[in-house]
């Protein structure tokens, strides 16, 4: 079993519904009107350093005794995949990652956006 963590940015002014920016964007890989285009070279760089100790399979894999990760991407999103077995303060790094991108977390298994709107 796993736990979703999806990442997004709203251009400004823009303010859409959560739940179907997940659907679309993440799970389906649309192209949405409203959302900024991310960095993901950058994102990914930015991972494989901070989880340095995790044993990087690929650029999208991540494993370690903690539990392990996989990255899903598009041009608008970025999906951590990750193991019920990891810790809170590991989650805690992957939020804080894209919070640099000014990304807060969607939590798809309850349905919230941590962005304060």
């Given at each position: 079993?796993?736990?979703?963590?999806a990442?997004?940015?709203?251009?400004e002014?823009?303010?859409l519904d959560?739940?179907?920016?997940y659907?679309?964007t993440?799970i389906?890989?649309h192209?949405?009107?409203?959302?900024?285009?991310?960095?993901?070279?950058?994102?990914l760089l930015?991972?494989?350093?901070?989880?340095?100790?995790?044993?990087?399979?690929?650029?999208?894999?991540?494993?370690?005794?903690?539990?392990g990760?996989?990255i899903?991407?598009?041009?608008?999103?970025?999906?951590?995949?990750?193991?019920f077995?990891?810790?809170?303060?590991?989650?805690?790094?992957?939020?804080?990652?894209?919070?640099?991108?000014?990304?807060?977390?969607?939590?798809?298994?309850?349905?919230?956006?941590?962005?304060?709107?």
């Amino acid at each position: 079993m796993s736990r979703d963590l999806a990442f997004w940015k709203y251009d400004e002014g823009t303010y859409l519904d959560h739940k179907k920016v997940y659907g679309q964007t993440c799970i389906e890989g649309h192209r949405t009107e409203g959302l900024s285009v991310l960095p993901i070279n950058k994102i990914l760089l930015k991972v494989s350093d901070v989880f340095s100790d995790y044993e990087k399979l690929d650029e999208h894999n991540y494993e370690s005794s903690n539990g392990g990760f996989t990255i899903e991407t598009t041009e608008q999103s970025v999906l951590f995949n990750c193991s019920f077995s990891m810790p809170e303060e590991e989650l805690n790094k992957i939020i804080d990652i894209m919070l640099e991108y000014n990304c807060p977390l969607y939590d798809p298994q309850i349905n919230i956006r941590f962005d304060g709107k």
